[in-house]
């Protein structure tokens, strides 16, 4: 069940300020607010998904392209392609996912220190 109270879904209400770094109708990318590298951006669409597999499950294969199109757009405009990053979503309980809005994590801008 979706909270339509939780934190991203204020941001994109524009209840909860933030930095934005791209948007259009369907897709916020902002700076998270407590970042772990130089670069540290957050993806989300503006739809009502949990996590990453209700994002898959209620989109279409356009959508869901669309959206990481877009992510590799920003990745550019950050200018850390070149460099390298990392592209990450916490899913769930076991995925350490806080917030429950479906988001992509965006780092880079340094050697991202991250392993699995
Ligand atoms: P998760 O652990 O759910 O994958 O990550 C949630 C992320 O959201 C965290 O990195 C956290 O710093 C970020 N975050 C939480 N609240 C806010 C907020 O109000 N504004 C912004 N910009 N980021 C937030």
Redesign the pocket.
């Given at each position: 069940m979706y909270d339509e109270n939780n934190?991203f879904a204020k941001?994109i209400r524009g209840e909860?300020p933030?930095?934005k770094v791209y948007e259009d109708d369907e897709v916020l990318f902002?700076?998270?607010?407590?970042p772990i590298a130089k670069v540290h951006v957050?993806g989300i669409p503006k739809s009502q998904c949990v996590d990453f597999s209700d994002f898959i499950y209620k989109n279409t294969p356009t959508t869901i392209s669309e959206f990481f199109n877009k992510t590799h757009l920003v990745i550019e405009k950050l200018g850390i392609a070149k460099d390298g990053y990392k592209v990450i979503s916490?899913s769930g309980t076991n995925g350490?996912?806080?917030?429950p809005h479906f988001?992509i994590?965006i780092l880079g801008g340094q050697k991202v220190n991250l392993s699995i």
């Open positions: 934190i941001i909860i933030c930095e902002f700076k998270d607010i407590n957050l916490n350490g996912q806080e917030v988001h994590h």
